[in-house]
């Protein structure tokens, strides 16, 4: 398995994995090439014998420069529960921390159990701590049902000084 930045070129591809998925949301085309041409210093995608597994899109907080926001991690299905995300993100970590990185944020789905628990993992791997603030905007699924969405921030910590 090899980990690589994204590429424009990608976005399709990245779109139509999650199109073919079970996600609760998918992005727009314009958002993945977003993502790939714009974020791909804190981004990355994961394949084995060119096929790619899984991605991750971040961006440095803009009010936070220490703060990696993480917008989507994304495995296939059948390759999931198998560490490869938590393997990915420790990937991307590393990869940026001369920046000083030392909190992650991103929002999640109250109901999205499987994301819930990967990031608690995360938070004890990291020896922090997570809080969770319930966003007070709701949005609506495709079916005009409410979805609760919740901000998740984990942090400090200092992978200089974790074996991860």
């Not at 529960?81 to 990915?88: E, H, N, P, Q, S």
């Not at 990967?118 to 949005?139: A, P, R």
């Amino acid at each position: 398995m090899t980990i690589r930045k994204p590429e424009i070129k990608d976005a399709v591809v990245l779109r139509n994995l999650e199109i073919n998925s079970s996600v609760l949301e998918v992005d727009s085309i314009h958002s993945f090439i977003n993502y790939c041409r714009y974020s791909h210093e804190t981004s990355l995608i994961l394949e084995e014998s060119n096929r790619i597994l899984g991605f991750i899109f971040g961006s440095i907080d803009s009010n936070e420069s220490n703060t990696i926001f993480i917008h989507q991690i994304f495995i296939e299905p059948e390759y999931r529960r198998k560490g490869l995300a938590t393997f990915m993100l420790f990937n991307l970590l590393s990869r940026i921390q001369t920046k000083k990185i030392n909190s992650l944020k991103t929002i999640i789905f109250i109901n999205d159990t499987q994301l819930d628990a990967f990031y608690k993992s995360i938070t004890k791997k990291l020896e922090t701590k997570c809080n969770g603030i319930v966003l007070s905007e709701s949005v609506k699924d495709s079916n005009n049902q409410k979805l609760e969405v919740i901000q998740l921030h984990i942090g400090s910590f200092d992978l200089l000084n974790k074996n991860n």
